[in-house]
């Protein structure tokens, strides 16, 4: 639930990724699809997806939207959608969604907040490759600290697919 800051034809794009792999191959209704629209610039992006957000769920002040479904992956340093490791807004648990400079990929992304990654009903976590066994091994072990392994928000409860690299290790 996060977007680089590219056009949605991008082949650094979440949206192009996810439209080509299942959106668009399950014909999932276009009311259901909320894209961050990316290619605008990082504070309208994330304002706008905050504003498409409120007004689908149609969500009273402080209230989170509760997505029946949020599907994430995890990066080799624990990373989620676009919350990396000392990324203070990992404690931000009200607002819904922010742009983030993330300084080592020298690029803008849109992100949701923890408080909306919490809020979901379900979350499936993707997780490939070996370069993701320690880091995995270490958000599936206490203690618990998203702020140094952000993987860990909402994943308690979420259901996870691991190749046979990243499962290497795993504690189950």
């Known amino acids: 639930m996060d977007e680089r800051g ?3 034809t991008h082949p650094q794009s979440n949206f192009k990724l996810a439209s080509g792999a299942w959106l668009a191959p399950s014909k999932f209704p276009a009311s259901n699809i909320h894209r961050i629209q990316a290619e605008l610039a990082p504070t309208d992006a994330a304002s706008r997806y905050r504003d498409d957000l409120i007004r689908h769920f149609a969500l009273a002040p402080g209230e989170m939207p509760a997505f029946d479904v949020i599907h994430r992956g995890m990066g080799p ?8 490791p000392g990324e203070p807004l990992i404690k931000d648990h009200t607002h819904l ?8 990929m020298h690029q803008w992304r849109i992100t949701l907040l923890p408080g909306v990654l919490e809020a979901a009903r379900q979350t499936v976590l993707l997780v490939v490759g070996a370069d993701k066994a320690e880091p995995l091994r270490a958000v599936l072990s206490p203690p618990y600290d998203p702020l140094n392994l952000p993987c860990q928000i909402a994943s308690a409860e ?8 990243a499962a290497q290790g795993v504690p189950y």
Do not use: N, Q, R
């Not at 969604?97 to 080592?104: L, M």
């Not at 979420?158 to 690299?165: K, R």
């Open 6 to 8: 590219v056009p949605p």
């Open 77 to 84: 340093d624990a990373h989620t959608a676009s919350l990396f």
């Open 158 to 165: 979420a259901e996870w697919f691991l190749d046979e690299a």
């Open 97 to 104: 969604a922010a742009e983030i400079w993330v300084e080592k």
